[in-house]
């Protein structure tokens, strides 16, 4: 990466963050998502009759035999370390198209593209700076949400059962390997689509598409149809990071600066 490209996501990433509007919406509805449903799930799970809960049908889905007393505390690890990391991998795909998705309409609808296209920078290295700068913020958002949701489910759980729940290594993997990956992927897939784009919401729909497998895995985990483990989560995240490369190089494939400008 060159100084130019690193003064165009220094840009990109302060005109997100600085209008107060756009930034609050694009970390309020992720910390919503992690904080609010899994706080519901956890209430639920103590407070809730055995008789007028599911407590049966979730117990059968665990490897283990669980003894008798450890059913609460078995169904809150299992939603913390099965449930809770498939679905946590809408937060980096919905926060990076969010910004990414205005890279390119963005500067058509503030008429700066082509002042843009007349900087040194080729459009393999725009597209790449475009990719890295919403990449920064996504995955800034990411983590914040992780550690607000970890800090509020944990404080709950302690609260509430007297003790912690520690999150096993599936979290790692997710956080260092698959949500990264799975971020460039979409916006990778947004920014493109970006740059063909009239409007913003146009330029949303390809990455939307990659939430889908995502609610299957987790619909998958309550069913028992598939059960998320770590050499899965490896498996994914390594498939993850291929295609991210792959979109990395191939960013700006078959554009012209006249297909830009059109």
């Known amino acids: ?111 700066t593209l082509e002042t843009l296209l007349y900087s040194p920078l080729s459009l393999r290295q725009l597209f790449q700076a475009k990719i890295l700068a919403g990449f920064v913020v996504g995955m800034m958002v990411s983590l914040i949400s992780f550690a607000a949701m970890m800090l509020v489910v944990e404080i709950e759980i302690l609260a509430l059962t007297g003790s912690m729940m520690i999150p096993d290594i599936s979290w790692i993997v997710v956080m260092l390997l698959i949500a990264p990956t799975i971020s460039i992927v979409a916006i990778a897939l947004t920014v493109r689509g970006s740059a063909k784009a009239q409007t913003i919401e146009e330029a949303q729909q390809r990455a939307l598409f990659l939430i889908f497998p995502i609610i299957a895995l987790v619909i998958g985990q309550f069913t028992g149809i598939i059960l998320i483990n770590t050499w899965i989560l490896l498996g994914v995240g390594a498939a993850l990071a291929l295609l991210a490369v792959l979109l990395m190089r191939g960013a700006s494939k078959k554009f012209t600066y006249e297909k830009m400008l059109r």
Request: no cysteine; charged share 15%.
């Open 1 to 111: 990466m060159n100084t130019q490209q690193f003064a165009l996501m220094k840009k990109d990433i302060r005109s997100i963050t600085s209008n107060k509007q756009v930034f609050m919406v694009m970390l309020i509805v992720p910390l919503a998502l992690t904080i609010i449903l899994p706080s519901i799930f956890v209430f639920i799970t103590v407070f809730a009759p055995k008789s007028a809960s599911n407590f049966d049908k979730l117990l059968e889905l665990l490897p283990t035999e669980v003894p008798e007393g450890k059913q609460i505390s078995a169904i809150l690890e299992f939603m913390i370390n099965k449930i809770m990391p498939p679905f946590f991998l809408m937060i980096p795909i919905m926060a990076s198209s969010v910004m990414a998705s205005s890279s390119f309409v963005g500067e058509k609808e503030k008429h």
